[in-house]
Nanobody, 114 residues
């Protein structure tokens, strides 16, 4: 399976962005889907993930501002990011667990700055 992320960009503080990630290839065994981010000098961290049946988990820093969702028919996942802060600036990576294996998409840059 391959992942293609899109939707990053430059946004002012308080603004919104929506990230998308499309899975292609053999994807019948995708279970968890999620988003991670990595800021310069920091380790990659979990932002949010969602199970196949829709159970969600969020980092404390994004609770109430970000919403993760998925479309199991189209094999896509989304991250709606509202009330963005400068500290949300990072490269965002989509991730799935496929046949028990971790699969990563290429990163998409999100920059929150005035």
């Amino acid at each position: 399976v391959q992942l293609q992320a899109s939707g990053g960009g430059l946004v002012q503080p308080g603004g919104s962005l929506r990230l998308s990630c499309a899975a292609s290839g053999s994807f019948f065994s995708i279970s968890s889907m999620g988003w991670y981010r990595q800021a310069p000098g920091n380790q990659r961290e979990l932002v949010a993930d969602i199970s196949r049946v829709g159970n969600t988990n969020y980092a404390d820093s994004v609770k109430g501002r970000f919403t993760i969702s998925r479309n199991n028919i189209k094999n896509m996942e989304f991250l709606q990011m509202n009330s963005l802060k400068p500290e949300d600036t990072a490269v965002y990576y989509c991730h799935v667990v496929w046949n028990g294996l971790d699969v990563w998409g290429q990163g998409t840059q999100v920059t929150v700055s005035s």
